[in-house]
């Protein structure tokens, strides 16, 4: 099992930038795909970015241009960079590792990102 443990979270006002932090507890080079999600209240968690163990990228359309999802090999760490972000960025932002086998599906516990208008 992977640990995932987010973190930089925290309230920035509309336009502002925030970096999130993904730190597993094991490498990241045998996951196929780690991704960040985010679930605002009220509403079901979306997928927002993922990269995959090939570097990849994908995000959902509301964030092109706008989120970079990244990572660090040696540090076992994704991260979200967050830039322009607008009220309705506004959720608990949550780490995904998968890999296909060993199966392996791990959520860390979230992060809280508040953008005020």
């Known amino acids: 099992q992977v640990h995932l443990v987010e973190s930089g979270g925290g309230l920035v006002q509309a336009g502002g930038s925030l970096r999130l932090s993904c730190a597993a507890s094991g490498s990241i080079l045998s996951i196929n795909t780690m991704s960040w999600y985010r679930q605002a209240p009220g509403k079901q968690r979306e997928l927002v970015a993922v990269i995959t163990s090939g570097g990849s990228t994908n995000y959902v359309d509301s964030v092109k241009g706008q989120f970079t999802i990244s990572r660090d090999i040696a540090k076992n760490t994704v991260y979200l960079q967050m830039n322009g972000l607008k009220p309705e960025d506004t959720a608990v932002y949550y780490c995904?590792?998968?890999?296909?086998?060993?199966?392996?599906?791990?959520w860390g516990q979230g992060t809280q990102v508040t953008v005020s208008s």
């Open positions: 995904n590792a998968r890999r296909n086998f060993p199966p392996l599906n791990s």
